[in-house]
């Protein structure tokens, strides 16, 4: 059994990942011991609005969830609406949840404190990350490196909304975060045909009625970007990756965040050939078995069909 600490901006791909993460929880083979939010797909309190409803519709309604950090460490909040929908679930309006006002970094000593090798994923920008300070066994989706950003012409969403953040959790890594970057999450995309497949798999899963409206927002997005009527879904791919369920190869880089620049912001390098002369940061995730994430995916379905119907 794997604890983990999810930290996310749920999201379109947050939500996968979380309901992901809740088919594992129930069938024993991770503990979810509590989610927390950032501002980034939408703001903070809305990202564990949507946290708590895909949790309780995965039967985890006692996973603590609770709000992290308002804002960015230094720049303004830009969140991303026309990326994941006015309420960050595409077309679905969660409606009002009640939400923990525990304090968020007393959930991540305690989780630490409880759990030697808890597994700590961070899905959204790295405010909280940065906030706290090191944690080991942090797994991270952000940054694009020697691959075209999503944001800007070299900076990947998360790294962008957050570059100091960023900037600061990497500078004060004390052993290698697991970076899951754009050149391998982009590669595992969901369309219309795999997403009826999955739904047929969760079959009396409650959050299964909601996804075709939470993807048709993410398919329209991602088509008027020209990559096609698809979803890359990023998050999930990290938390497979976090978790060892699929098999990748990572490097042992040292990482650095431009923060400062208008024009770079969020921009992130990595010294392949020792330049810097500086201690390792980070375990660059270069390649991953896309189709073992799909099958590992329908597994995690089945589980949470079959949970959901010894339940009712
Ligand atoms: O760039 C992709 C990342 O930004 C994902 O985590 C997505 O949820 C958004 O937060
Ligand atoms: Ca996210």
Redesign the pocket.
Same mark, same amino acid.
């Given at each position: 059994m794997i604890p983990v600490l999810i930290d996310c901006?749920t999201?379109?791909?947050?939500a996968l990942a979380l309901m992901y993460l809740a088919a594992l929880h129930h069938e024993g083979e991770v503990e979810i011991v509590g989610a927390t939010t950032t501002a980034?797909?939408v703001d903070v309190q809305q990202t564990a609005v949507n946290t708590r409803w895909v949790l309780d519709k995965c039967g985890l309604g006692n996973v603590p969830v609770v709000v992290g950090e308002p804002v960015p460490l230094q720049v303004p909040l830009t969140t991303?609406p026309e990326?994941?929908g006015e309420f960050g679930l595409g077309y679905i309006n969660p409606g009002a949840q009640d939400i923990s006002r525990d304090s968020w970094q007393d959930i991540w000593r305690n989780a630490i404190a409880q759990y030697a090798d808890l597994q700590l994923i961070v /899905?959204?920008?790295a405010t909280n990350l940065a906030t706290f300070g090191h944690v080991q066994n942090t797994t991270l989706?952000?940054g694009s490196y020697l691959y075209p950003g999503?944001?800007t012409p070299t900076a990947?969403?998360?790294t962008w909304?957050d570059p100091h953040g960023a900037k600061q959790a990497f500078a004060q890594a004390k052993d290698p975060i697991t970076v899951c970057s754009?050149g391998v /999450?982009e590669r595992f995309t969901i369309n219309p045909q795999t997403l009826n497949t999955l739904i047929d798999a969760l079959g009396t899963t409650p959050i299964a009625a909601y996804l075709p409206e939470m993807l048709r927002f993410y398919f329209e997005f991602h088509d008027s970007q020209g990559e096609g009527y698809l979803a890359?879904i990023?998050?999930l791919l990290?938390v497979m990756i976090a978790l060892g369920k699929i098999p990748f190869n990572t490097r042992k880089v040292t990482v650095d965040v431009e923060a400062d620049s208008e024009l770079m912001r969020g921009t992130t390098v990595v010294d392949l050939r020792g330049h810097w002369g500086r201690k390792a940061n980070a375990l660059l995730v270069d390649d991953v078995d896309v189709d073992a994430a799909h099958a590992e995916l329908l597994r995690a379905a089945i589980l949470l069909n079959r949970f959901a119907s010894e339940v009712t």
């Open positions: 901006d999201g379109i791909d947050d980034g797909n991303t990326t994941h /899905t959204g920008p989706m952000g999503n944001t990947e969403w998360n909304v754009l /999450t890359q990023h998050d990290t």
